[in-house]
Nanobody
Framework: VQLQASGGGLVQAGGSLRLSCAAS????????MAWLRQAPGKERELVAA????????YYTESVKGRFTISRKNRDNTVYLQMNSLKAEDTAVYYC????????????????WGQGTLVTVSS
């Protein structure tokens, strides 16, 4: 599965961005999807994940209430709506696909897309 992330950019604190990740195959609907990020000098962290059917989601504590992950299986696309952005959200964001939910939650993912840079100015 090839994944193509887009939607990053420069935004002021308090603003919003929507990231998109398009998958190359119709088997997309079989995979759990995740967004991860890596800020300069920091370890990569799992930001949000969504189950294959879209019924279950996970968010890291720092983004709860601000970010929403969603997916459209018919379009082979997963989204990350980011609202009320903060300077500490600045990072390269990656989308990834995993076949097992437990492993997805541990950031043990099977396929990775290229990153898209999100920069939040304060």
């Amino acid at each position: 599965v090839q994944l193509q992330a887009s939607g990053g950019g420069l935004v002021q604190a308090g603003g919003s961005l929507r990231l998109s990740c398009a998958a190359s195959e119709s088997t997309f609907s079989r995979y759990n999807m995740a967004w991860l990020r890596q800020a300069p000098g920091k370890e990569r962290e799992l930001v949000a994940a969504i189950g294959a059917g879209g019924a279950i989601t996970y968010y890291t504590e720092s983004v709860k209430g601000r970010f929403t992950i969603s997916r459209k299986n018919r379009d082979n696309t997963v989204y990350l709506q980011m609202n009320s952005l903060k300077a500490e959200d600045t990072a390269v964001y990656y989308c990834a696909a995993g076949s097992n939910w437990g492993r997805t939650r541990r950031s043990e993912l099977d396929y990775w897309g290229q990153g898209t840079l999100v920069t939040v100015s304060s």
